[in-house]
């Protein structure tokens, strides 16, 4: 998981709250990522940032929310309008603002429950 | 949707034998890669595979990529216990644009018995 820091690794949320998961990098990328991964599926992308301060919808954006004010940090914000929030989320990072055109590197994961 | 469909869903094995999985995927691509996940962890990156390459290796893994059948395979050699994870390619679309997404497949899940 080395370089990417993922908190909380579990969490547990009531419906209709707002929750922030945290990602932090200290491998100097500039591209950060955030993916949805629900049992036995692969990964989907909720938002991705090629850049500070610049950030894009994934495949899945709706009801997610989320800020690129430094290069080591892309928090992700799950809103009450995401219908089905319990999953899987992964954030990963990679070298270049292209960024497939390298590996990306993930985190450790934080599994979001909704109660 | 455009993501890959990974073949076999499941694949156990003995320690020692070697597993094979298949990728297949939809449109041209500028790269292939593949990731392992242990249960509950983060992914981990593999290898990469350009478009114009067509085999590569990384000690026991070995990774072919056929642009024609739209197709790519993993094979470890030599199991062992802990190759037991689950394994995924994610492909770079040309249709990706400047992000240069990765699109990933939904994984095969390898259990290496000792």
């Known amino acids: 998981d080395g370089g990417i820091t993922q908190s909380p690794k579990y969490l547990f949320r009531k419906e209709g709250q707002n929750v922030t998961l945290s990602c932090e990098q200290n491998?100097?990328?500039?591209?950060m990522y955030w993916y949805r991964q629900d049992p036995g599926q692969g990964l989907r992308l909720i938002y991705y940032s090629q850049i500070v301060n610049d950030f894009q919808k994934g495949d899945i954006a709706e009801g997610y929310s989320v800020s690129r004010e430094k290069k080591e940090s892309f928090p992700l914000t799950v809103t009450s309008a995401q219908k089905n929030p319990t999953a899987f989320y992964l954030c990963?990072?990679?070298?270049?603002?292209?960024?497939?055109?390298?590996?990306?590197?993930f985190g450790p994961g934080t599994r979001l429950t909704v109660l | 949707s455009q993501q890959g469909e990974e073949d076999p869903q499941a694949l156990s094995i003995q320690e020692g034998e070697n597993a094979t999985m298949n990728c297949s995927y939809k449109t041209s691509i500028n790269n292939l890669q593949w990731y392992r996940q242990n249960s509950g962890r983060g992914l981990v990156h593999l290898i990469l595979?350009?478009?114009?390459?067509r085999e590569k290796h990384s000690g026991r893994l070995r990774v072919t990529l056929d642009t024609s059948k739209k197709s790519s395979s993993l094979l470890i050699t030599a199991s062992r216990a802990a190759d037991t994870a689950s394994y995924f390619c994610a492909t770079v679309y040309l249709s990706s644009g400047s992000a240069r997404q990765l699109t990933f497949g939904s994984g095969t899940q390898l259990t290496v018995l000792p």
């Open positions: 595979i350009r478009s114009n390459e």
């Open positions: 990963a990072s990679s070298p270049t603002p292209s960024g497939g055109y390298n590996e990306q590197f």
């Open positions: 491998l100097n990328h500039d591209a």
